[in-house]
């Protein structure tokens, strides 16, 4: 479970999060909609450790990750966190199985371990074919389940995504979409899901509405 309470975030004068309270359970799929500039993405951000509350605190179960120093919360994120945004941030010059592979790398796995688990990561997403291709040798839908492969990597208890079908066709985006749902039925996996699509909002268990740096309903 993920609780973060009173979370603030300004930008000089301009308040972006004002005092937002949000808990997420296990197991849960949480959209995150509202209109641009609302302060969905800082909220998503700021739960996935990626950038630091101005006030409040977060905690996963019992860890306060607000108090973490850098190096601790590194480490906090790197075992418990995976992350997909609209653009799939793969690596260009690596392969999918070394893009994929990389949480583990960084987590002090060896290669042929990360190796293992990558090509079971890749064959589940229909990609078992396209291990040894680079970003540009994949299509868009196919970059975007590399992503997703990734951020499993590491068996994190949450996977944040900002617009992660934004930038696919209706069909890719689909497929997106019930990928999210078939790993979280068959896995548990937890998913806070930023998106403009009204669908993908919709199949969620839970949606948070945000305005003005405020969440108006949850
Ligand atoms: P959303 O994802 O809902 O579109 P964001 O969380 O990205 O909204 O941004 C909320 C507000 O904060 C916007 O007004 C945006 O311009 C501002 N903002 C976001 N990041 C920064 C930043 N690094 N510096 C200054 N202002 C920012
Ligand atoms: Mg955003």
Do not use: C
């Not at 108090?67 to 790197?78: C, D, Q, S």
């Not at 229909?126 to 970003?135: A, E, F, I, S, T």
Request: cysteine-free; overall charge negative.
């Amino acid at each position: 479970m993920i609780v973060g309470e009173n979370l603030s975030k300004s930008y000089g004068d301009l308040e972006v999060l004002k005092s937002v309270d949000v808990t997420i359970k296990k197991g849960e799929i949480v959209s995150i909609t509202g209109p641009s500039g609302a302060g969905k993405s800082t909220l998503l951000q700021l739960l996935g450790t990626l950038d630091a509350p101005l006030g409040g605190s977060i905690r996963y179960d019992g860890v306060v990750v607000s108090t973490l120093n850098a190096k601790k919360l590194a480490h906090f994120r790197n075992e418990n966190i995976g992350f997909i945004f609209q653009f799939h941030h793969l690596l260009p010059e690596f392969t999918a199985l070394e893009n994929v592979s990389m949480p583990a790398f960084i987590k002090g796995v060896s290669k042929s371990e990360a190796a293992v688990r990558a090509t079971e990561l890749l064959t589940m997403l229909g990609l078992g074919d396209r291990v040894d291709h680079k970003p540009n040798e994949l299509s868009g839908g196919e970059q975007q389940r590399v992503a997703v492969a990734r951020a499993l990597m590491n068996k994190p208890s949450v996977i944040f995504a900002d617009e992660p079908s934004g930038n696919l066709d209706t069909e890719n985006a689909q497929d997106l979409h019930n990928l999210f749902l078939k790993l979280r039925d068959d896995f548990g996996q937890t998913f806070v899901i930023v998106t403009h699509n009204i669908e993908l909002a919709s199949m969620a268990d839970r949606v948070i509405k945000m305005k003005d740096g405020e969440v108006v309903s949850m």
